[in-house]
């Protein structure tokens, strides 16, 4: 177990900056995720802590030692490859015991270890098998066991589940979340999955374009989005947004009328979450317009409505019918929150 | 199944193409064992003798001693040429150094030139050093001749295996040359089984140098064929027992090259 420090860590390959300056800790037992849309860096971040990737500038503390010139060998870390970098000639058993065979443990130890790691995986049976032989699932369970085989300091997993199919993904999200309470291992995961960041996350930091734009809580980033892109990346429906303006103390835009604290301006994006929204009954109600699509989840629909250039989506009881283009009105519920967002810079308007 | 014009024009092209490709070598064959009053007969009625490989065998031919020498050439020439090629091939394939591409082109230009070019200097200078009609000389010439094109062949199946295995055995604790002997050796060992298999057929059917640089002890098998052209005349059906012992090693290697050829290794390592 360790403490990861980024400090003022630069990369760039030769004048293209891929991750431009930036600090970040990652503390003791943590189980921090990068998260971002593919090319946003997080991937890079997560091999230079490994090792695989040369830092361009400033340092990278591991346990309050300086790592930036060690091989990957010497930083006592475990990794999960997105595709597994399982060794093909090798056994299961050979595949999972290798770092231990690194270390000069002796044959019988080895064994035991193993046997002991493949039961927490439930690999126990397939021991003698070669990767080419296992379906993905258990692809990534040797992968899995070969990184806790022995206890290093840090975890680094890039994007583990990303190969699964949907049902097997949700599984092992969940005994990997499992495995780190039970470890207690500093573990750095990278995802574009938000719903696997915010599953399994201690903390969350969202990167784009290689930086962080927001590390905090998934609760915290969930529920205050520091910007428009955190604010519509995080959340399945994602969040509504709609441009409009303030004038006496209350949102307009075409359909719009809400009562938002804040002094008067134009440029202003309105985010509301689906979930904080419902329907209700014609009249004075704040939304209204008519009726988009309606998407049945199973234990609830997806009412999209629009207005103008307004689009916005609530869940509404998996019951609800309507005819498109049938007029329809929607009001935030009790205790919603209401996002603002200065539309020019993204960033979080704050009452 | 209905056979299309396509299917009878495919086997027909590809049939003409074996002819064409196999019949002086099956015609080699049949010499081979024909008397010497046979060799010059097309017909295929004739009685077979073994007579014609026991005279090659002994003097004043002694091909036992041009095998032994091509043997010895090719053997030692693999043995050096591919441990150094894979490794020379390792690092083109995985580290980003600068002038890489220059250098590996300007390896591969070796190839360009063509052999008759350098030849001459060849013998001026192993004449200096005393070489002349030596295997060592052979076994010199041949390196650099087949090491820059063992380097790229090997190169290729490098390439082809994926970097996440490599960078996975780092992380679990091994060493650069400790991941080559562990994990790219063994995935690549395939291809450099070929790579060698066709090292060795180069070195066994070099035939400009050997002929240029021996002259009675370092004689490779090419060059002993042309000792069957004698005052007497063509031996043709000494020749041909000869070429049937140059050939049948490198047969056996081909089917072997095959083989190994469609293991796909690489399978499993990666999703």
Redesign the interface.
């Known amino acids: 177990m360790a403490e990861v420090q980024l400090v003022d860590v630069e990369k760039r390959y030769g004048s293209f900056l891929a991750v431009p300056k930036q600090s970040l800790t990652i503390e003791e037992g943590e189980f921090l995720v990068l998260l971002g849309p593919s090319g946003c860096g997080k991937t890079t971040t997560m091999r230079m802590i490994a090792g695989l990737e040369d830092i361009t500038a400033g340092d990278l503390m591991i346990a309050g030692e300086r790592a930036n010139d060690k091989p990957p060998k010497d930083r006592d870390i475990a990794m999960v490859f997105q595709n597994y970098g399982l060794y093909p000639h090798m056994t299961v058993a050979e595949n999972i015991g290798y770092p231990l065979k690194l270390r000069g443990m002796d044959r019988k130890t080895r064994e035991a270890r193993v046997q002991e790691t493949a039961e927490k995986v439930e690999l126990q049976a397939l021991l003698k098998r070669r990767p080419s032989e296992l379906s993905g699932g258990q692809r990534q369970r040797v992968a899995l066991a070969r990184a806790i085989v022995r206890t290093p300091k840090i975890f680094l997993m890039d994007e583990p589940l990303s190969n699964l199919d949907a049902k097997l993904r949700v599984t092992m999200r969940a005994e990997l979340k499992h495995l780190h309470h039970e470890l207690g291992v500093t573990t750095v995961y990278v995802t574009h999955d938000q719903m696997e960041a915010m599953t399994l996350a201690s903390r969350v930091a969202i990167m784009r374009e290689g930086r962080i734009v927001q590390l905090d809580t998934p609760k915290k980033i969930y529920s205050e989005p520091a910007d428009l892109f955190v604010a519509g990346f995080i959340g399945s429906p994602s969040m509504n947004l709609v441009e409009g303006r303030i004038t006496g103390g209350r949102f307009e835009a075409p359909g719009v009328s809400l009562p938002v604290a804040g002094a008067d301006r134009g440029d202003v994006v309105l985010g509301i979450r689906p979930e904080d929204l419902q329907l209700t009954d014609p009249g004075a109600a704040p939304i209204s317009g008519k009726l988009y699509a309606l998407e049945l989840t199973g234990d609830s629909t997806l009412v999209t409505l629009r207005n103008g250039r307004t689009s916005v989506c609530t869940r509404g009881p998996a019951d609800f019918e309507a005819p498109i283009d049938a007029p329809c009105t929607l009001a935030p519920k009790p205790g919603a929150r209401i996002h603002l967002f200065d539309k020019q810079t993204g960033q979080r308007l704050d009452a | 199944m209905r056979k299309t014009v396509f299917w009878w024009v495919e086997r027909g092209l590809l049939l003409l193409i074996s002819t064409i490709v196999l019949f002086p070598i099956a015609w080699m064959f049949l010499t081979a064992f024909k008397r010497p009053r046979d060799a010059y007969s097309l017909s295929l009625d004739f009685s077979p003798t073994l007579s014609n490989f026991v005279t090659v065998f002994s003097d004043p031919w002694n091909l036992g001693d041009m095998v032994l020498n091509s043997v010895i050439v090719a053997s030692v020439t693999v043995l050096i040429a591919v441990p150094c090629a894979a490794l020379a091939a390792y690092s083109f394939s995985r580290f980003r150094v600068r002038g890489r591409k220059f250098l590996f082109f300007l390896i591969l230009s070796t190839q360009f030139i063509p052999a008759v070019v350098i030849v001459l200097p060849f013998f001026l200078m192993f004449r200096s050093l005393g070489l002349l009609d030596t295997r060592l000389a052979l076994i010199v010439v041949n390196l650099a001749i087949v090491t820059p094109f063992v380097i790229w062949m090997i190169k290729g199946f490098i390439d082809a295996i ?1 970097t ?12 650069r040359l ?1 991941v080559i002997k ?2 790219v050796l ?2 690549a060992a395939p291809g450099i089984l070929t790579s060698s298999i066709f090292c060795f057929i180069l070195t066994w059917n070099e035939f400009l140098f050997a002929l240029i640089l021996t002259r009675r002890d370092a004689v490779t098998l090419p060059v002993g064929l042309v000792s069957f052209r004698t005052e007497r005349g063509d031996l043709w059906e000494l020749m041909s027992a000869a070429g049937v012992m140059i050939t049948v090693p490198i047969f056996i290697m081909a089917l072997l090259i095959q083989k190994h050829f469609t293991r796909g ?7």
């Open positions: 994926p996440d295995s490599e960078e996975a055995a780092m992380i679990d604790g091994a060493s400790r562990d994990i063994p995935m290794m690489t399978a499993g390592a990666v999703k």
